[in-house]
């Protein structure tokens, strides 16, 4: 709990420098999407379906600092008669994105803590309750252009060895794609 309390109050913080930081040669926007993906390793989960929401701001027109949140919902499969529960992570991070050019390819990241949801129990048969959270981390590569973001990008809650059944692993990770709209917020 102490360091998800830490973490909030330094997003807290950062994102209170960046508003506070703007000026008229800065460029601000909300970032808003959606991503699909495979589960990996896919021992407790088959697949994932999300929705992205970020600030963004440009320090310079190469580089965007900002805060990154979302709901991405992971459906449970059956497993060697286990019978996992669906379950959804909530990000809290701050977003870090790398522009070489205008218009082209760009890579980034967010690194937070990633809040697990859901059903108490791993699974439906079973008394194993499923871990809180954890470091949460999602680089990407991608396309961008003014209004448009598409990239390949993998997501991944570390929980520990908490949420295992037997030889069962808990995994809260997933590859897939994403497409994002930029919304401007003014210079």
């Known amino acids: ?25 800065m ?12 589960a990996v390793p896919a021992e407790n989960a088959s697949a994932n379906l999300g929705l992205d929401v970020a600030y963004q701001n440009l320090v310079t027109p190469g580089f965007g600092l900002g805060i990154a949140t979302g709901y991405s919902h992971f459906f449970g499969k059956d497993n060697n008669g286990i019978k996992n529960n669906d379950f959804g992570v909530v ?15 760009y890579l980034g990241t967010d690194l937070g803590y990633g809040f697990i949801v859901g059903d108490k129990n791993v699974a439906s048969n079973s008394t194993v309750e499923r871990p809180d959270g954890g470091f949460y981390i999602k680089p990407e590569i ?28 808990y995994s809260a990770g997933a590859l897939g794609l994403g497409v994002g709209y930029n919304i401007p917020l003014g210079k």
């Open 27 to 38: 460029k601000n926007m909300l970032k808003v999407g959606a991503n699909v993906g495979l």
């Open 1 to 25: 709990m102490k360091s998800m309390t830490k973490t909030i109050l330094a997003l807290g913080l950062m994102t209170t420098g960046l508003v506070s930081a703007q000026s008229a040669d």
């Open 142 to 169: 991608g396309y961008h252009n003014r209004d448009w973001n598409f990239a390949l990008q993998y997501q991944k809650t570390f929980t520990g060895s908490t949420g295992e059944i037997g030889s069962q692993k």
């Open 91 to 105: 990000p809290v991070a701050a977003l870090i994105r790398v522009y070489p050019k205008q218009t082209g390819f």
